[in-house]
């Protein structure tokens, strides 16, 4: 073994936690949970370096098998969570995970409005296009006229299209992986970490136990990794085309990416040429200027 | 307390509170203790509108239902205020040609009322000066009547005007005609004012909203979110519109859910962070109490409150929130609940609250009120020394840091509660701020012991945190002088009123009037109204021959929650809640009622067992 590789292994065990994995055999979880570690390492971040947010969902039962400063909150929350956190301390990579139940339906203001602010955050899409903690019910992804649980004959509601919505929002990076390639998920997270904006990464995972519609088969069939094939992320009408008809071939990879375009923080004039972030600076303010007006 | 009183009134966005201001000011720097108060309804411009100025030579902080002076800027003005009037009270009207109907022709000889038309479009077009100008014009005029000196005004308005040179000439015209004007029927009016007291003109002049806004940024806010809302969005602007001085972040959110959320993730990652809504939008910021109270992430909310349910009466005042307040959100869980008064306490609690949510870890309610958040005080220049930033277990010192375990966060033998906090990107051991029921490192554990235990552990910091926190406050009428802090032992009263919020403003001026303030009454004031301490209530109550108590609200909340915390029973209440504040002479009367069955403070003893506070099961 390489001295190099020695030690990313090494690196990738301070991130090792003890608490046993409760995710269903074949889960698309596993996937993402790995391709996760193996990007911070690849960054060269630690555990005390990251803030890993995470909402509510099968994902979200990944919070305790992971190390790291992490939060675990309330179903359709983390974006803007995830955001404050960011906002209030720059020099820390912030990283959202929620599923496509929270931030399609319960959240989905909060996805519109993370990506119109264009937080420097990186919000990861856990998407297997169904409701699994709560047993299998169908989210707005899940296909319509599927049966699930509560609808039996067949989802009635039109299917979201949530590339649509995304490129409707003048994302700044959008990404696909799938769960059964942590090599390209490895590759996208990285990417996404390092982003300027706001990273929303669309991850198609594997259900096994309710979907079985979109399965790891069917996805393994259809997917590949469109930057490989030639795809220049900087051209947004190839990006729109490839990330909204996913009809026969699935295009994953970084599907489009700008760096030319300011994140919300950076637009603050107020925080222009502070070296500081908010934590630091959390003392007794003189407000005495502010009180000359008032007399 | 000698008191004067001007109102103006008229359409929404006609300028009533340019004339008030102009004159609350003024007033003010020439060494009278003012206090405005604005009714508006929830509309941008039309609709029935007035802002009021209570005057005197002592710290006034209440409003009277009539006025000395009532200022007119439309027909509407006159058709729905003429009642408002005092005895020999002034009109001052602009419509030309207005024609009284009879009721208030009889109105105006029954109380010998002054009536003046000030022939406003004349005198402007004469200037050739927009209809704006009235503001000024009207303002002059006033000001006139009031004896006070025309250069103080000039010297006012020009501040405004100071970089418009046009415009400044323009409004020195305006002053003197309408300084100058004389009613050829009424002749030189004028409304007495007692002598002034000078340390009033180096006083501030500060809405409630403002002074919040002062005591945020005092204590180290620094990430602001809101979503616009009555009567929380006033604290938003004084807050967003000096962000280039206090560099700041400031987001204007798309929802109150998310508001609360940037501020619990700006909270968790270290900084001081501050979100404020009305009771409709906390609603919505419930669930995430109760999150930041399960991660223990400490978290400041104003809740700014009007009538209610529902949309309720926007843009008016009440107490109706206690309840929200104190037991809003799923699951049981220790927060703190604080009350701001007037535009003093609204600057010394914020520190007080962040202080509060760090050192305990949990979160913090500052209720305030419409009638706060928007009525103007006179208030002595803010000890700026005063204030301390505590951030209780808060570890950050390098050293420190690296001994930490990631069971440390959560410790559930914690004796406190309260376990040691880092911040995320400390070099140290990591640990998950967990929703779920959680071990000490934040790892998701549902068995029997770890939920009791950890249950038990955030339970504690109430009991911590109640032995903390500071009994309510009594004032006392004193033998005929200003009222006292505290009461002796042995004291009896007469009777004790008890209350909180921006009752205590009204109730503090009625207990200086001069038919009350030889008579020996009480008023105890709760700042802290979670967790409820009664201690003090207690001993003071059985030495009170009666009490009552003053809410604006209709169940009498926080009666309810004193009887649920301690049993005692206060059956004597003043209610309000018609989105009016408490008025001084309503209030005066009410309260007058109540010991003119008792001759004075001296042939009255505290052991009338009859009328004491009654209690449940006849303990007392």
Same mark, same amino acid.
């Given at each position: 073994?390489?001295?190099?590789?020695?030690?990313?292994? !090494?690196?990738?065990?301070?991130?090792?936690?003890?608490?046993?994995?409760?995710?269903?055999?074949?889960?698309?979880?596993?996937?993402?949970?790995?391709?996760?570690?193996?990007?911070?390492?690849?960054?060269?971040?630690?555990?005390?370096?990251?803030?890993?947010?995470?909402?509510?969902?099968?994902?979200?039962?990944?919070?305790?098998?992971?190390?790291?400063?992490?939060?675990?909150?309330?179903?359709?929350?983390?974006?803007?969570?995830?955001?404050?956190?960011?906002?209030?301390?720059?020099?820390?990579?912030?990283?959202?995970?929620?599923?496509?139940?929270?931030?399609?339906?319960?959240?989905?203001?909060?996805?519109?409005?993370? !990506?119109?602010?264009?937080?420097?955050?990186?919000?990861?899409?856990?998407?297997?296009?169904?409701?699994?903690?709560?047993?299998?019910?169908?989210?707005?992804?899940?296909?319509?006229?599927?049966?699930?649980?509560?609808?039996?004959?067949?989802?009635?509601?039109?299917?979201?299209?949530?590339?649509?919505?995304?490129?409707?929002?003048?994302?700044?990076?959008?990404?696909?992986?799938?769960?059964?390639?942590?090599? !390209?998920?490895?590759?996208?997270?990285?990417?996404?970490?390092?982003?300027?904006?706001?990273?929303?990464?669309?991850?198609?995972?594997?259900?096994?136990?309710?979907?079985?519609?979109?399965?790891?088969?069917?996805?393994?069939?259809?997917?590949?990794?469109?930057?490989?094939?030639?795809?220049?992320?900087?051209?947004?009408?190839?990006?729109?085309?490839?990330?909204?008809?996913?009809?026969?071939?699935?295009?994953?990879?970084?599907?489009?990416?700008?760096?030319?375009?300011?994140?919300?923080?950076?637009?603050?004039?107020?925080?222009?040429?502070?070296?500081?972030?908010?934590?630091?600076?959390?003392?007794?303010?003189?407000?005495?200027?502010?009180?000359?007006?008032?007399? | 307390?000698?008191?004067?009183?001007?109102?103006?009134?008229?359409?929404?966005?006609?300028?009533?509170?340019?004339?008030?201001?102009?004159?609350?000011?003024?007033?003010?720097?020439?060494?009278?203790?003012?206090?405005?108060?604005?009714?508006?309804?929830?509309?941008?411009?039309?609709?029935?509108?007035?802002?009021?100025?209570?005057?005197?030579?002592?710290?006034?902080?209440?409003?009277?239902?009539?006025?000395?002076?009532?200022?007119?800027?439309?027909?509407?003005?006159?058709?729905?205020?003429?009642?408002?009037?005092?005895?020999?009270?002034?009109?001052?009207?602009?419509?030309?040609?207005?024609?009284?109907?009879?009721?208030?022709?009889?109105?105006?000889?029954?109380?010998? !009322?002054?009536?003046?038309?000030?022939?406003?479009?004349?005198?402007?077009?004469?200037?050739?000066?927009?209809?704006?100008?009235?503001?000024?014009?009207?303002?002059?005029?006033?000001?006139?009547?009031?004896?006070?000196?025309?250069?103080?005004?000039?010297?006012?308005?020009?501040?405004?005007?100071?970089?418009?040179?046009?415009?400044?000439?323009?409004?020195?015209?305006?002053?003197?005609?309408?300084?100058?004007?004389?009613?050829?029927?009424?002749?030189?009016?004028?409304?007495?004012?007692?002598?002034?007291?000078?340390?009033?003109?180096?006083?501030?002049?500060?809405?409630?909203?403002?002074?919040?806004?002062?005591?945020?940024?005092?204590?180290?806010?620094?990430?602001?979110?809101?979503?616009?809302?009555?009567?929380?969005?006033?604290?938003?602007?004084?807050?967003?519109?000096?962000?280039?001085?206090?560099?700041?972040?400031?987001?204007?959110?798309?929802?109150?859910?998310?508001?609360?959320?940037?501020?619990?993730?700006?909270?968790?990652?270290?900084?001081?962070?501050?979100?404020?809504?009305?009771?409709?939008?906390?609603?919505?910021?419930?669930?995430?109490?109760?999150?930041?109270?399960?991660?223990?992430?400490?978290?400041?909310?104003?809740?700014?409150?009007?009538?209610?349910?529902?949309?309720?009466?926007?843009?008016?005042?009440?107490?109706?929130?206690?309840?929200?307040?104190?037991?809003?959100?799923?699951?049981?869980?220790?927060?703190?609940?604080?009350?701001?008064?007037?535009?003093?306490?609204?600057?010394?609690?914020?520190?007080?609250?962040?202080?509060?949510?760090?050192?305990?870890?949990?979160?913090?309610?500052?209720?305030?009120?419409?009638?706060?958040?928007?009525?103007?005080?006179?208030?002595?220049?803010?000890?700026?020394?005063?204030?301390?930033?505590?951030?209780?277990?808060?570890?950050?010192?390098?050293?420190?840091?690296?001994?930490?375990?990631?069971?440390?966060?959560?410790?559930?033998?914690?004796?406190?509660?309260?376990?040691?906090?880092?911040?995320?990107?400390?070099?140290?051991?990591?640990?998950?701020?967990?929703?779920?029921?959680?071990?000490?490192?934040?790892?998701?554990?549902?068995?029997?012991?770890?939920?009791?235990?950890?249950?038990?552990?955030?339970?504690?910091?109430?009991?911590?945190?109640?032995?903390?926190?500071?009994?309510?406050?009594?004032?006392?009428?004193?033998?005929?002088?200003?009222?006292?802090?505290?009461?002796?032992?042995?004291?009896?009263?007469?009777?004790?009123?008890?209350?909180?919020?921006?009752?205590?403003?009204?109730?503090?001026?009625?207990?200086?009037?001069?038919?009350?303030?030889?008579?020996?009454?009480?008023?105890?004031?709760?700042?802290?109204?979670?967790?409820?301490?009664?201690?003090?209530?207690?001993?003071?109550?059985?030495?009170?021959?009666?009490?009552?108590?003053?809410?604006?609200?209709?169940?009498?909340?926080?009666?309810?929650?004193?009887?649920?915390?301690?049993?005692?029973?206060?059956?004597?209440?003043?209610?309000?809640?018609?989105?009016?504040?408490?008025?001084?002479?309503?209030?005066?009367?009410?309260?007058?009622?109540?010991?003119?069955?008792?001759?004075?403070?001296?042939?009255?003893?505290?052991?009338?067992?009859?009328?004491?506070?009654?209690?449940?099961?006849?303990?007392?």
């Amino acid at each position: 073994m390489s001295k190099s590789r020695e030690s990313a292994a !090494l690196r990738l065990a301070e991130y090792h936690s003890q608490t046993k994995c409760t995710w269903c055999d074949g889960c698309g979880d596993y996937g993402i949970w790995t391709a996760v570690r193996y990007a911070l390492v690849e960054l060269n971040l630690r555990p005390s370096q990251v803030c890993l947010c995470y909402d509510v969902g099968c994902h979200g039962n990944g919070s305790d098998k992971i190390q790291g400063y992490r939060f675990h909150g309330l179903h359709g929350r983390v974006i803007p969570f995830a955001a404050g956190a960011k906002l209030a301390n720059m020099k820390l990579p912030v990283i959202a995970f929620g599923g496509d139940g929270a931030t399609f339906s319960e959240g989905v203001g909060h996805l519109v409005h993370g !990506l119109r602010s264009n937080y420097p955050i990186t919000f990861v899409l856990h998407n297997n296009a169904n409701y699994g903690l709560t047993t299998g019910q169908a989210t707005s992804l899940t296909w319509q006229d599927q049966p699930m649980n509560t609808s039996p004959n067949g989802v009635p509601e039109r299917t979201l299209a949530s590339m649509d919505l995304i490129f409707s929002l003048e994302p700044t990076f959008v990404a696909r992986g799938f769960s059964g390639d942590i090599k !390209l998920m490895t590759r996208i997270l990285k990417e996404a970490i390092q982003h300027r904006g706001f990273a929303f990464v669309d991850m198609l995972q594997a259900c096994p136990t309710y979907n079985h519609f979109a399965t790891h088969k069917y996805l393994l069939e259809r997917y590949f990794d469109a930057n490989a094939n030639g795809h220049d992320p900087g051209d947004l009408q190839q990006a729109k085309a490839l990330a909204c008809g996913s009809q026969d071939r699935i295009a994953c990879g970084i599907l489009y990416q700008r760096e030319d375009i300011a994140d919300f923080y950076e637009r603050l004039d107020p925080r222009r040429g502070l070296k500081t972030t908010c934590a630091e600076e959390v003392r007794k303010y003189d407000v005495s200027e502010y009180l000359q007006e008032l007399m | 307390m000698p008191r004067t009183s001007v109102k103006i009134v008229g359409a929404s966005g006609q300028g009533i509170n340019s004339i008030g201001a102009i004159i609350a000011k003024g007033l003010k720097r020439s060494g009278y203790g003012v206090f405005g108060y604005r009714e508006y309804p929830s509309l941008i411009k039309g609709g029935h509108a007035s802002y009021q100025i209570d005057v005197s030579n002592e710290r006034v902080r209440s409003s009277e239902t009539i006025v000395d002076v009532l200022v007119a800027l439309d027909h509407h003005g006159l058709e729905l205020n003429m009642e408002d009037l005092k005895e020999s009270g002034i009109l001052v009207h602009v419509t030309p040609g207005w024609h009284f109907p009879n009721h208030h022709q009889e109105l105006i000889e029954q109380r010998a !009322l002054r009536v003046v038309h000030v022939p406003v479009s004349d005198v402007l077009s004469r200037l050739n000066a927009k209809p704006i100008r009235s503001n000024t014009l009207l303002s002059a005029f006033v000001w006139s009547m009031f004896g006070q000196d025309v250069e103080a005004l000039k010297a006012l308005v020009a501040e405004r005007f100071a970089t418009k040179k046009a415009l400044l000439e323009l409004n020195m015209r305006c002053i003197d005609e309408g300084y100058s004007l004389v009613d050829h029927r009424e002749g030189k009016l004028s409304v007495a004012l007692p002598p002034p007291d000078r340390r009033f003109s180096s006083d501030l002049l500060v809405t409630g909203s403002q002074a919040m806004g002062l005591g945020a940024i005092h204590a180290g806010v620094r990430l602001y979110a809101g979503y616009p809302i009555t009567p929380s969005s006033p604290l938003l602007e004084f807050i967003a519109d000096r962000q280039n001085e206090t560099h700041m972040v400031v987001k204007q959110a798309e929802d109150e859910i998310t508001a609360a959320q940037l501020v619990s993730g700006a909270m968790y990652m270290g900084t001081r962070a501050l979100t404020a809504t009305a009771g409709v939008g906390f609603d919505l910021m419930s669930e995430t109490l109760s999150l930041n109270a399960m991660v223990e992430n400490p978290i400041v909310l104003v809740l700014a409150q009007r009538p209610g349910p529902a949309t309720g009466l926007p843009t008016w005042t009440a107490q109706g929130n206690l309840f929200q307040a104190t037991t809003s959100s799923h699951g049981e869980f220790a927060h703190c609940v604080l009350a701001v008064s007037d535009g003093q306490d609204a600057f010394d609690l914020m520190p007080l609250a962040f202080n509060l949510a760090e050192e305990y870890q949990l979160p913090v309610i500052v209720l305030t009120e419409k009638q706060i958040a928007e009525a103007l005080y006179t208030q002595a220049p803010y000890d700026l020394d005063k204030a301390e930033i505590r951030r209780g277990r808060l570890v950050t010192d390098p050293e420190e840091l690296k001994v930490l375990n990631s069971s440390d966060r959560y410790d559930p033998l914690a004796a406190t509660g309260v376990s040691s906090r880092w911040l995320p990107g400390s070099d140290a051991a990591t640990y998950c701020a967990q929703a779920d029921e959680h071990d000490a490192t934040g790892t998701v554990d549902e068995t029997s012991g770890n939920a009791k235990a950890q249950v038990d552990k955030r339970m504690r910091k109430l009991q911590s945190l109640t032995a903390a926190l500071p009994e309510p406050r009594v004032t006392v009428t004193a033998h005929g002088k200003s009222l006292a802090d505290g009461t002796d032992e042995d004291d009896a009263l007469e009777l004790l009123l008890v209350g909180w919020g921006s009752s205590r403003s009204v109730i503090e001026d009625v207990l200086r009037s001069d038919s009350l303030r030889s008579r020996r009454i009480g008023y105890l004031h709760y700042t802290y109204l979670w967790p409820l301490r009664t201690q003090r209530l207690e001993a003071v109550a059985a030495r009170a021959k009666r009490l009552v108590l003053v809410e604006q609200n209709c169940q009498g909340q926080l009666g309810m929650l004193i009887r649920m915390q301690c049993g005692l029973e206060i059956p004597d209440t003043i209610l309000k809640y018609d989105g009016r504040p408490f008025f001084y002479d309503e209030l005066l009367a009410q309260v007058e009622e109540r010991v003119s069955a008792w001759p004075d403070a001296a042939s009255t003893s505290g052991n009338d067992e009859s009328s004491r506070a009654l209690r449940p099961g006849g303990v007392s």
